[in-house]
């Protein structure tokens, strides 16, 4: 697994932030864990009330992402997985999701949780989606890091 040497985020209490998440709809079982592991890092941050929207797959992500930080969310989480099949389809929709999310992050300033699973099978996916038996939660990680990214800036300004 690569979630060897990962940060211990400590976000604190952040009630105050606007906070959207959005998440592709392709492989329920999958998404559901992320995005409780995303809901469930905003209850401990005390974030109340996050718009979660939901759209048909990864590739759709980042149009979702730019009109949601251009309608003043100070932090946005993309959730999704791409599963690699037998075609390069896989290669086109993860490059697009990537680009499309970085690209939002740095023309808007605002954080981007890049919670999308880029994996070879299903089993992958399932042992990091943060459900009972799997050995890493990336939408809570990807939650957390759009939250301590929102409060680093504020630091920047304060």
Same mark, same amino acid.
């Given at each position: 697994?690569? #979630? ?9 209490? =952040?009630?105050?932030l ?6 592709? @709809?392709w ?5 559901d864990?992320l ?6 890092? $905003? ?13 048909? #797959?990864? &590739?759709? @992500? ?5 009109? $949601? ?7 946005v989480?993309? $959730? ?9 389809? &896989? ?12 690209? =939002? ?5 605002v954080?981007?949780? &890049? #919670?999308v699973?880029?994996?070879d099978?299903?089993e992958?996916? $399932? ?19 759009? @939250?301590?990214? =929102? ?6 300004y304060?």
């Amino acid at each position: 697994m690569s #979630g060897q040497g990962a940060p211990q985020l400590q976000v604190g209490k =952040v009630g105050d932030l606007r906070v959207a998440v959005v998440a592709s @709809l392709w492989h329920q079982q999958v998404m559901d864990g992320l995005v409780a592991g995303a809901q469930r890092a $905003l209850d401990e941050a005390g974030v109340h009330d996050p718009l979660i929207l939901r759209v048909p #797959g990864s &590739f759709e @992500l980042p149009v979702v992402a730019a009109r $949601l930080a251009r309608a003043n969310y100070e932090a946005v989480v993309a $959730l999704g997985v791409v599963v690699r099949g037998e075609t390069p389809h &896989f290669d086109y929709v993860c490059q697009a999701a990537t680009d499309g999310l970085t690209r =939002v992050a740095v023309d808007t300033g605002v954080p981007i949780g &890049f #919670g999308v699973l880029t994996c070879d099978d299903e089993e992958q996916a $399932l042992a990091r989606a943060g459900l009972p038996g799997s050995k890493e939660d990336k939408g809570y990680d990807a939650t957390q890091a759009a @939250l301590a990214t =929102v409060v680093a800036l504020r630091n920047c300004y304060a």
